[in-house]
């Protein structure tokens, strides 16, 4: 098993930043994935980036540019910058991790972007 346990959200200004971590313990070995993706209110969960073992990196359309995924695989956390936050980047950020036919979920945490 795997457990995923997010931090970093808060409330900024447009254009503002913040850098959300995401901890990963217990089984974690081999070749995976992990990636963020985000829920904003009425609407349906979507990928916002992925990094795979080797270091691919993939985005979506809205935030290139914008945000950038890392990982530190001694510590065993990935990481999202996002730069020049716009308020429909307001969501719920999840951490995600994938291995073979598995995957799991971290909790969440709350960004809100809003003048």
């Known amino acids: 098993q795997v457990q995923l346990v997010e931090s970093g959200g808060g409330l900024v200004q447009p254009g503002g930043s913040l850098r959300l971590s995401c901890a990963a313990s217990?089984?974690?070995?081999?070749?995976?994935?992990m990636g963020w993706y985000r829920q904003a209110p009425g609407k349906q969960r979507e990928s916002v980036a992925t990094i795979t073992s080797s270091g691919s990196t993939g985005y979506a359309d809205s935030v290139k540019g914008r945000f950038t995924i890392s990982r530190d695989n001694v510590k065993n956390t990935v990481y999202l910058q996002m730069n020049n936050l716009k308020p429909e980047d307001t969501a719920v950020y999840y951490c995600r991790f994938r291995r073979g036919t598995s995957g799991y979920w971290g909790q969440g945490t709350q960004v809100t972007v809003s003048s």
């Open positions: 217990g089984s974690i070995f081999g070749f995976y994935t």
